[in-house]
T-cell receptor
Framework: QKEVEQNSGPLSVPEGAIASLNCTYS??????FFWYRQYSGKSPELIMF????GDKEDGRFTAQLNKASQYVSLLIRDSQPSDSATYLC?????????????FGQGTELSVKP | DAGVIQSPRHEVTEMGQEVTLRCKPI?????LFWYRQTMMRGLELLIY????????DSGMPEDRFSAKMPNASFSTLKIQPSEPRDSAVYFC???????????????FGDGTRLSIL
């Protein structure tokens, strides 16, 4: 079992819809969860992080964390063509004081005008 | 504030040559990470440093790869000799080491696109 799993996609949604991106992780001790956006040919860009169970909202983005289910998701409301990118989920290594993260393979999102 | 700065942005060289990639982390960050990204394998962690000390180099593929961090503001990743299968995008990232059981976000540089002919 991979440590961090994401559907590779592509996930295609129409402009204005809600895009839902999902990530599961294997280690129950993980405490820090991050979502990165990567445009083609560019570097990963941090868009959200969440440490506590529940929802965290930032503009059109909402991160949701359920530690009991070992599940973290990213919702993008009012999706725009400019949101088309690969979204990477990253999870910390429990008890690792060095800041090491494990990245999923990424989900490719395509927002159609 | 300046982000993570990597150089060169692109490198094309012949097989067997030495390649040196450079990274300047964000000022004040005390953790530095080197990643490699390919279509086939995704984003792979090669090595990371805390306070200039290498902590985990288990991702370094072979002895041909080496990394150093002589001070808090500079790190290098060296490949010698280079091979075509080393062609990839190499990213450097930095973060501020957080509390014991949680981590601060990592911030990535623009990457070096390496092509070995």
């Amino acid at each position: 079992q991979k440590e961090v799993e994401q559907n590779s996609g592509p996930l295609s949604v129409p402009e204005g819809a809600i895009a839902s991106l999902n990530c599961t992780y294997s280690d129950r001790g993980s405490q820090s969860f991050f979502w990165y956006r990567q445009y083609s040919g560019k570097s990963p860009e941090l868009i959200m992080f969440i440490y506590s169970n529940g929802d965290k909202e930032d503009g059109r983005f909402t991160a949701q964390l359920n530690k009991a289910s070992q599940y973290v998701s990213l919702l993008i409301r009012d999706s725009q063509p400019s949101d088309s990118a690969t979204y990477l989920c990253a999870v910390n290594i429990p008890y690792n004081q060095g800041g090491k993260l494990i990245f999923g393979q990424g989900t490719e999102l395509s927002v159609k005008p | 504030d300046a982000g993570v700065i990597q150089s060169p942005r692109h490198e094309v060289t012949e097989m067997g040559q030495e390649v040196t990639l450079r990274c300047k982390p964000i000022s004040g960050h005390n953790s530095l990470f080197w990643y490699r990204q390919t279509m086939m394998r995704g984003l792979e962690l090669l090595i990371y440093f805390n306070n200039n000390v290498p902590i985990d180099d288990s991702g370094m593929p072979e002895d041909r790869f080496s990394a150093k961090m002589p001070n808090a503001s500079f790190s290098t990743l060296k490949i010698q000799p280079s091979e075509p299968r080393d062609s990839a995008v190499y990213f450097c990232a930095s973060s501020h080491k957080g509390r014991q059981y949680s981590n601060q976000p990592q911030h990535f540089g623009d990457g070096t696109r390496l092509s070995i002919l």
